[in-house]
């Protein structure tokens, strides 16, 4: 296969996944169901990501200043998107929580996941849904700038 038809294919699958989330949360809008903004959902989704990170893991992930986190948070708080809770070990830090708000919310995305992963499942052979396993471990490898809290022991992509 040319290696333009590679990236082409791969484009495709990308963008059909994002069409859609787009596509369930603007009928949502439209129930006024949802009120993140675009960054909000994009700060969401990193924390999510991150897995109850304390404001400042946030903020340097993001690659944003303390007091911009903190404002961004403040307001996903307001919404009840998200909860700050206080650190068992050091009580002066607080980890992002997701709300079952935020989770309902999220669900758009990764229901449609898994329902995409189901059809794979019935048309693939264990053999072949090995080989996809591996190959998607391979892309999530190679994707250095990007480490997600547990990557390696049985997280989300290794189920």
Do not use: C, W
């Not at 903190?70 to 998107?81: E, F, T």
Request: no cysteine; aromatic share 12%; net charge negative.
């Amino acid at each position: 296969m040319a290696e333009n038809e590679l990236e082409k294919r791969f484009a495709v699958v990308y963008s059909k996944f994002k069409l859609h989330f787009y596509q369930e949360t603007f009928a949502r809008f439209q129930n006024r169901e949802a009120s993140l903004t675009t960054v909000e959902a994009f700060a969401m989704e990193a924390i999510y990501a991150l897995g109850s990170p304390t404001v400042k893991e946030f903020a340097d992930f993001m690659r944003v200043s303390s007091s911009n986190a903190a404002y961004k948070i403040a307001s996903l708080v307001r919404k009840g998107y998200v909860e700050k809770v206080q650190s068992e070990e050091d009580g002066r830090e607080y980890h992002l929580m997701p709300t079952q708000k935020y989770l309902d919310y999220y669900n758009i995305s990764s229901d449609y996941m898994r329902t995409v992963m189901g059809r794979l499942r019935e048309r693939l052979t264990p053999d072949q849904l090995d080989g996809l396993s591996d190959l998607l471990k391979m892309m999530s490898d190679l994707m250095t700038e990007v480490a997600l809290p547990g990557e390696g022991e049985g997280a989300e992509g290794d189920e």
